[in-house]
T-cell receptor
Framework: EDQVTQSPEALRLQEGESSSLNCSYTVSGLRGLFWYRQDPGKGPEFLFTLYSAGEEKEKERLKATLTKKESFLHITAPKPEDSATYLC??????????FGAGTRLFVKA | NAGVTQTPKFQVLKTGQSMTLQCAQDMNHNSMYWYRQDPGMGLRLIYYSASEGTTDKGEVPNGYNVSRLNKREFSLRLESAAPSQTSVYFCATLMAGGGYTFGSGTRLTVV
């Protein structure tokens, strides 16, 4: 069965304390790995798409990387405004996309 | 440019009542989706529409129906609401790069 697991469930950081969020996937044929940010009471907001192992994408303090089994979202020197839930999702072709449950990130000033 | 607009934002229903969740997009995307989000779980696909005039079941379609009214609008109907349908519902469209653009959600409580 296709599965996407995110860890940790919650992460508390001090402002400036870099860390990484993990997304492990077990799917039959990855077509794309997606990262989203979700603020409380809002819909998920698209961040990155990764297609193949070794690929990296960056946006401000965020960098997403992909291996054959997992993806990492690295957060460098986070700020309080980076606090949100981060979702990853794996597409296996067509309209089949499996979402992880998310990692809630709290960044304290 | 509003993107994906959902109405209503909040709704409380009694068991057995019916309602329709509305979704409209102004991005001229072909594919539209309905997801539900429950605590501790990933988003789950209810129904999708690959293009105007077509609809297909997703992972959790039971208890729901959809209508793709035109290219812009995709509605989700609960014919007889049950407490298990208490959730946050998101409408989404598929972008050219493969990711989704989501609406802001409808928070539904069934009592």
């Amino acid at each position: 069965e296709d599965q996407v697991t995110q860890s940790p469930e919650a992460l508390r950081l001090q402002e400036g304390e870099s860390s990484s969020l993990n997304c492990s996937y077990t799917v039959s044929g990855l077509r794309g790995l997606f990262w989203y940010r979700q603020d409380p009471g809002k819909g998920p907001e698209f961040l990155f798409t990764l297609y193949s192992a070794g690929e990296e994408k960056e946006k401000e303090r965020l960098k997403a990387t992909l291996t054959k089994k997992e993806s990492f979202l690295h957060i460098t020197a986070p700020k309080p405004e980076d606090s949100a839930t981060y979702l990853c999702a794996a597409n296996t072709g067509g309209f089949k996309t499996i979402f992880g449950a998310g990692t809630r990130l709290f960044v304290k000033a | 440019n509003a993107g994906v607009t959902q109405t209503p934002k909040f709704q409380v229903l009694k068991t057995g009542q019916s309602m329709t969740l509305q979704c409209a997009q102004d991005m001229n995307h072909n594919s539209m989706y309905w997801y539900r989000q429950d605590p501790g779980m990933g988003l789950r696909l209810i129904y999708y529409s690959a293009s105007e005039g077509t609809t297909d079941k997703g992972e959790v379609p039971n208890g729901y129906n959809v209508s793709r009214l035109n290219k812009r609008e995709f509605s989700l109907r609960l014919e007889s609401a049950a407490p298990s349908q208490t959730s946050v519902y998101f409408c989404a469209t598929l972008m050219a790069g493969g990711g989704y653009t989501f609406g802001s959600g409808t928070r539904l409580t069934v009592v």
